[in-house]
């Protein structure tokens, strides 16, 4: 039975459809409520942004006009048992809401710790379109979920889950998973700022701080980190190999170098740029006669290794789907199981004693992916921990920031919630 017709009989049986509190209402918040009007059985009923206006704006892109705004609980969560569609500012007041599923679109670590932590201790589901919170804190988060009868989950429509889904399929039919990976669109520059991509966002709709956090790279980082963490894969070197690849090459470049290919060892997340984007990937091998016999029959490839490819991945308007698993499954879409990946902050230019580090997509710093073990090693800042740090000493660019270099807010959400995952995973 389709996602659909399960969330119309939960409708039927509970007089009410999944009732969906959403944090953001940007390009992503935006996509994600629109698609969510359309599916039976699911509803956004609550909207949280900085600009509430968003929120309206958003509802009404979804054909709804029965919006109630204000700050009183009672008077809120009144609405929202009516059916009538509901608008705050703080996202934290969605807590006290009667949702079942919270989902994060801010795509700020701070926020999606935030929402995530208090909503999982008011008994709601957690769906992250902030893999930036993930690849901070998920750990904790999903083990906090665990313990207490709740599912967190990255969403569907992201490339980690979209590619953490090939992964388990290949696993699934008895294959070695090689590499798994996504494609990059635009070329590597880690200087990129807002300004300097200003134009190219102009012509795009895009917010400028989103754009250049896909152009200097660290989105894909962060993409990469989730995926290595969810699917218990290693990280190869650090920010990986990324070469220019095509989909017919995939299998020939992200094999062992033993073997011709550019990769340490098997076992790893990777990326590339070119044609591949905007799918995802994974690198299977198989040595066996009878499945080297049948895969060139079914014109998979000469083998051992082989290339198992998915041309997209949906963003917003895939991301309902993980709402469904969360509600109906009760497992998530992808959630980390081990912390094999961080994303290290990078001066992206010469720092000055006494400035603020400004975050992703911004002007000061971006994200590389290395392994864990390394980051402990040398001490490194996770990105997600990064804005709003105070610069305590000269930093010349290209720099990997360490606690010698910047001073972070301690007293932030993500800040605490990062020494409790330290402490789980005994760092």
Known sequence: MSYVDRL??????????????????????????????????????????????????????????????????????????AGRAVVVEDATALTRLPLDVLVD????????????????????????????????????????ATRLGRVYTVCRGDEPVECKALVDYVRDIGFEVVCAG??????????????????????????????????????????MAALANGANLKVPSRGMSGPHCTVEALAETFRPAADGGVLPEAGVVDYCTGP???????????????????????????????????????????????????VLDRTPSLAPTAWNAEVISVAKRDLVTGELVDGIGGDTVYGVTDSAENAKAGGHIPLGLVSGAR???????????????????????IATLRRLQDSLVGV
Do not use: W
Not at 194 to 206: F, I, L, Q, R
Not at 313 to 321: G, K, Q, R, Y
Not at 391 to 413: Q, Y
């Open 8 to 81: 119309l009989t939960r409708e039927r049986e509970l007089g009410r459809p999944v009732r969906v509190g959403l944090v953001g209402a940007g390009q992503m918040g935006l996509g994600f409520v629109v698609q969510a009007s359309r599916i039976g059985g699911m509803e956004v009923a609550a909207i949280a942004d900085i600009a509430p206006e968003r929120g309206v704006r958003a509802f009404a892109q979804a054909g709804r006009d029965d919006v109630v705004t204000g700050a009183d609980p009672a008077a809120l969560s009144a609405a929202v048992d």
């Open 391 to 413: 610069v305590v000493r000269d930093v010349p660019a290209g720099t990997a920031l360490t606690a010698s270099d910047v001073a972070i807010d301690e007293t932030t959400t």
């Open 105 to 144: 679109a801010s795509g700020v670590p701070e926020v999606g710790a935030r929402v995530a932590f208090h909503g999982l201790l008011a008994g709601k589901d957690i769906a992250m379109l902030n893999v930036e919170c993930d690849v901070t804190v998920g750990l904790l988060l999903a083990t906090l």
């Open 182 to 223: 996504k494609g990059k669109n635009n070329p590597l520059d880690p200087a990129a700022t807002p300004a300097s991509v200003a134009e190219a966002a102009e012509a795009k709709g895009m917010n400028p701080h989103m754009l250049a956090s896909f152009v200097d790279g660290s989105k894909t980082m962060i993409e």
């Open 276 to 326: 591949v984007a905007p799918g995802v990937f994974v690198i299977g091998r198989s040595d066996h006669p009878v499945v080297v016999t049948e895969m060139a029959y079914l014109s998979a490839g000469k083998g051992p290794y082989y290339a198992f490819y998915r041309p997209y991945h949906l963003a917003s308007i895939e991301a309902p789907l993980s709402v469904a698993e969360a």
